[in-house]
């Protein structure tokens, strides 16, 4: 069954967009079912429960950390993570730079914008990341690399808000593909979940993380 939801999806891709398999609450049963009909991407928002799953699971696999991840907590996955989403501040992106540094190492990142309504979601205004972006601080960090954008459209019915706002990342991604430095080079946009990926692959994303469609419903009542 997740073998199907996978070849449906991945047909509906471009071949351009890359698939992260959002396992999130997941046991490693399913995981290892669609780690073996040939998913390598995977996506997950505790620190813990990641560190716990790189333990047990394939190490091919391709972890990406798409949750709010707290400074204290990077240096757990900075030794196996393949691309962290959620950079959201400075103080994390330093801390991340750092614990690369001892480890000798250079760790994917995106910085994640606030592109919703809600006020609950994370990340940094556009201002705000493009004055980051242009800033001193960032030509010092030799051990992140800055690979692009991510993003979370509003909770909402309404599909021309979700495009509007995934439109936005799009146009804000060109405006500042200008800045070059060596620490920065824009490759993959982040946007598009079960919900909205369709209209998120119309938009311009490159990477679209996808969880209930693959693996069902997620049941947060035995947390
Ligand atoms: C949980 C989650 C997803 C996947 O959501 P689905 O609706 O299950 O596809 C994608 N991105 C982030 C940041 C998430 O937290």
Known sequence: MIKDNLD???????SSVALVAVS???PNS????AYAAGQKDFGENYVQELVDKHEQLPKDIRWHFIGHLQSNKAKQIVPFVYLIHGVDSLKLLQEINKQAEKLNKVINCLLQIHI?????????SFEECESLLKSE???DMKHVNIMGFMGMASNTEDKDQIRREFKSLKN??????HI?????NIQHLSFGMSSDYKIAI????????IGSSIFGQRDYSKN
């Open 8 to 14: 449906r999806i991945k047909s509906s891709l471009p």
């Open 24 to 26: 999130k609450t997941k």
């Open 30 to 33: 399913l995981i290892e079912e």
């Open 116 to 124: 919703a309504q809600e006020e609950t979601k994370f990340g940094f």
């Open 137 to 139: 601080a960032l030509k």
């Open 172 to 177: 804000f991604s060109l405006k500042v593909s």
């Open 180 to 184: 070059q430095h060596s620490t920065f």
């Open 202 to 209: 119309e938009e311009g994303s490159t990477m679209v993380r």
